[in-house]
C-alpha cells in the first residue's frame, strides 16, 4: 500500500541518535553511524521524530510500504515499560489515530503476561483527564498537535477602529508550493520567503517582518502531499529562477523541522549556492530564532 514513512538522507545523517526518543514505535535505530528506518511496519509516518534531527536529515515520503501494524509496534513497547507505552499511545491519540489507540489496549488487555505492570494505570493515563490537561502537563510526544490557550489583551471596537491599518506586502500570487510556478517572471532573482502554512496567523507583523521586498511561497511538511515535486520546484528556483536568497521561517514544533530539510536537501542538489536564512517563531507569535546557516 502507499503511505507516508519517513526518510533519512544518510548524507546529512550524523548518527547523533536525537531522533530515537521521538520514536516511540522503535523505528528507528543507529546502525552503523547511521538512524535507520529498520521496519515500515513500525512506522506510523506522523513525524515525530523530525523536529528532533539537528541536521534536517529526516522528512516523510509518500512511497509503497508494508500496513503500520499496532500490534508488532505495542508488542516492542510492552517490554520498555508503562512511560514508555503511554506515551506512545497519547501520541497516537494526540494524531486522532484511535483506531491504533484500540488496537494497543487490545493487546495489553489480551496479552498481561508480556508486560510487568497494572494496565490499569494505562487506562487512568488515557482517560483520567482530558487531551488537553494530559498533553500540557506531561509535554506529550507531538508538541506540534498540543492544545494550548493563548492569552491576549481583549480590544474593544474603539481600540480597533483607532488602529493604524497594516498593507499587505504580498507581491505575487499564487503561493502555495504545489501551486506556485518557478518560471514565473517575478521569482527571477528575486529574494525569497518559504513559509510554514501556520507562521502567518500566529505571527501579526509577518508580512512587515519578513515579507517586504520578497517574494513569497508556502507549505506544510506534515500535513502536504507530493514533496518531491516541491524538492524539483526549490531546484529550479534556485537553478532555473537564480532566487538571490531564500528565507525558511517555520515554527517551533517539531513538524516543521521537515520544511528546513527539504529546504537543505534542494541547496544540495542544486547547482547554485544562495544564501539560507532559517527564522523559528513560538505559537504566541514571537521570533525565537533568525539566523543565516
Not at 523536529?51 to 520498555?80: L, Q
Not at 471596537?157 to 501551486?179: C, F, G, I, K, Y
Request: proline share 4%; charged share 25%.
Amino acid at each position: 500500500m502507499e503511505r507516508d514513512v519517513i526518510k533519512i538522507d544518510e548524507e546529512l545523517c550524523n548518527g547523533c541518535g536525537e531522533c530515537i526518543p521521538g520514536c516511540h514505535e522503535g523505528a528507528l535505530q543507529i546502525i552503523d553511524g547511521k538512524a535507520r528506518l529498520i521496519s515500515d511496519l513500525m512506522c506510523d509516518g506522523l513525524g515525530a521524530c523530525l523536529g528532533h534531527c539537528p541536521m534536517g536529515a529526516m522528512e516523510i515520503e509518500r512511497r509503497e510500504a508494508e500496513p503500520y501494524n499496532e500490534t508488532k509496534v505495542m508488542e516492542i513497547m510492552a517490554t520498555k515499560g508503562i512511560n514508555t507505552v503511554i506515551a506512545h499511545l497519547k501520541h497516537l491519540r494526540d494524531h486522532n489515530e484511535m483506531s491504533f489507540v484500540k488496537e494497543g489496549m487490545t493487546y495489553l488487555k489480551n496479552n498481561p503476561d508480556k508486560y510487568n505492570f497494572n494496565i490499569q494505570q494505562v487506562i487512568n493515563a488515557m482517560h483520567g483527564k482530558s487531551k488537553t490537561e494530559t498533553t500540557a502537563q506531561s509535554g506529550g510526544s507531538c508538541p506540534g498537535t498540543q492544545s494550548r490557550e493563548i492569552n491576549r489583551p481583549v480590544f474593544t471596537m474603539a481600540d480597533t477602529s483607532m488602529a493604524t491599518p497594516q498593507n499587505s506586502e504580498l507581491r505575487q500570487w499564487p503561493v502555495q508550493m504545489h501551486l506556485i510556478n518557478p518560471g514565473a517572471s517575478f521569482f527571477k532573482e528575486a529574494d525569497m520567503v518559504l513559509a510554514a502554512d501556520c507562521v502567518p496567523f500566529a505571527m501579526g507583523n509577518f508580512h512587515q517582518r519578513f515579507l517586504k521586498n520578497k517574494v513569497l511561497a508556502n507549505a506544510c511538511p506534515k500535513l502536504d502531499d507530493g514533496m518531491d515535486s516541491y524538492l524539483k520546484k526549490l531546484v529550479s528556483l534556485i537553478d532555473d529562477a537564480r532566487i538571490n536568497s531564500l528565507t525558511v521561517v517555520m515554527m517551533q514544533v517539531p513538524c516543521c523541522g521537515g520544511l528546513m530539510a527539504l529546504t537543505q536537501q534542494a541547496l544540495q542538489l542544486a547547482s547554485r549556492k544562495i544564501p539560507l536564512k532559517r527564522a523559528i517563531i513560538s505559537v504566541e507569535g514571537e521570533v525565537l530564532s533568525e539566523e543565516w546557516i
